[in-house]
């Protein structure tokens, strides 16, 4: 029986994939939660109501750790179907 590593990463990336289905899908996810995070954070004392908060209790600080354990609790999950602006312009499809 092979026995867990402790790493510095909490949750650990190769659970993250496979709720987001893939490395690529699993970065475009976490980054974008993540300026969603900072914006937020950034706005506070402007009163703005617009942005959502984190969705998660954490005693992460930087936006890209709270984002993470949002998605390893299934808070934040990918959109099936949808394509990024990279994606369709890639795939010709943007105009």
């Given at each position: 029986?092979?026995e867990?590593?402790?790493t510095?990463?909490?949750?650990?990336?190769e659970?993250?994939?496979?709720?987001?289905?893939?490395?690529?899908?699993?970065?475009?996810?976490?980054s974008?939660?993540?300026r969603?995070?900072?914006?937020?954070?950034?706005r506070?004392?402007?009163?703005?109501g617009a942005?959502?908060?984190?969705?998660?209790?954490s005693?992460?600080?930087?936006?890209?750790?709270?984002?993470?354990?949002?998605?390893?609790?299934d808070?934040?999950?990918?959109?099936k179907?949808?394509?990024?602006?990279?994606e369709?312009?890639?795939?010709?499809?943007?105009a």
């Amino acid at each position: 029986m092979a026995e867990q590593q402790d790493t510095m990463m909490h949750p650990q990336v190769e659970g993250l994939m496979d709720k987001a289905g893939s490395k690529f899908g699993l970065c475009t996810l976490a980054s974008t939660r993540a300026r969603q995070i900072n914006a937020y954070f950034g706005r506070l004392n402007e009163g703005i109501g617009a942005m959502v908060p984190p969705q998660v209790t954490s005693v992460a600080r930087k936006p890209l750790s709270i984002a993470f354990e949002e998605i390893a609790v299934d808070k934040i999950v990918p959109v099936k179907g949808a394509l990024s602006a990279a994606e369709a312009a890639a795939s010709g499809d943007a105009a």
